[in-house]
Every structure is written in structure tokens, then in C-alpha cells.
């Protein structure tokens, strides 16, 4: 099963947004370097240097909220796109595992049309679709069962 990042990193390269990693690192590191600025700035008038890191953690967290405004919305853009594409690929692997879609077809492996004629060879695994239906007799959730059996469910 192919991933379906090749196609929307080429998307998002057009619009000129950066991944969710390269979002995250670039936010981390304007917090870290404001707040080795605030303590450099504290540490030069005067005040020592573990009170000028506390001091600065403190003044550094409403001072991002003001200054980094437009890096957090773009990582809140960065957040909801990677939320929205893991839902969709799991709606679609759920999907499949229901049978309701076959699978997405591999770019690698060209698309052989199906005859009738070709019987799956001795070594080869049944499809995700026979496997599922082998599973579902075996735990005994046949739904056509003889009368005599006990009560219908």
C-alpha cells in the first residue's frame, strides 16, 4: 500500500507551506531563541543568570503569543491539514478492511486486467477480502445456520 504523501508534499510545496515537522521545529526554535534573548537582555543589566532564565520563561510566553501570532496560525494550518489527511487515510484503510473499496492501485505495479482464466498459483496469499471472509466463518459468525441449532440471534 502506497502513502499519498508524494502527491501532497507537491501540494503544499505550490502553495508554498511547509510540512507539520519543518512548522513545529521552525515555532520551536523563535520560543527558544526569544527566550535566550529576554535572558541575555536580563543577564547584561545586571541580574544573575539563573533569576534572568526564570524571569524569562515567565515574560517570554505572553511576549510569543503577541510576536510569533502569524508563525502559531500557520501551525495551527500545519496541525488541521495533517489531522484532515490522517482521517481521510483512515476512513479509506476502514473502508477496505470492510471490503467496501478494493485496494488503491500501486504506482510500482502495473494494473493487469483480470480473466477468469487465471487461477492464483499454490504459494500465492488469498486476498485481503477471502482472508477476511475465512476469518469471519472461523469465530462463528455465520449468520445461515441450521434451525436445529439453538435460538436465532
Known amino acids: 500500500m502506497t502513502s499519498p504523501t508524494p502527491p501532497q508534499a507537491a501540494a503544499r510545496e505550490r502553495a508554498g507551506e511547509p510540512g507539520l515537522a519543518t512548522t513545529v521545529a521552525l515555532y520551536t526554535l523563535a520560543r527558544l531563541g ?20 526564570l524571569v524569562a520563561l515567565v515574560v517570554a510566553l505572553p511576549l510569543s503569543m503577541v510576536l510569533f501570532r502569524g508563525l502559531r496560525e500557520r501551525l495551527d494550518r500545519a496541525i488541521a491539514a495533517s489531522t484532515a489527511r490522517r482521517s481521510s487515510e483512515r476512513a479509506s484503510l476502514r473502508a477496505q478492511l470492510r471490503g467496501d473499496v478494493g485496494p488503491p492501485p500501486s ?11 487465471a487461477a492464483p498459483s499454490a504459494g500465492a496469499s488469498p486476498s485481503p477480502a477471502a482472508a477476511a471472509d475465512g ?8 449468520t445461515a445456520s441450521p434451525a436445529g441449532d439453538g435460538p436465532a440471534r
Open 135 to 142: 476469518a469471519e466463518g472461523s469465530t462463528g459468525s455465520d
Open 34 to 53: 526569544l527566550l535566550a534573548v529576554v535572558t541575555v537582555v536580563l543577564a547584561l543589566i545586571g541580574v544573575p543568570w539563573l533569576v534572568a532564565l
Open 107 to 117: 504506482p510500482d505495479t502495473p494494473v493487469a486486467p483480470a480473466s477468469p482464466s
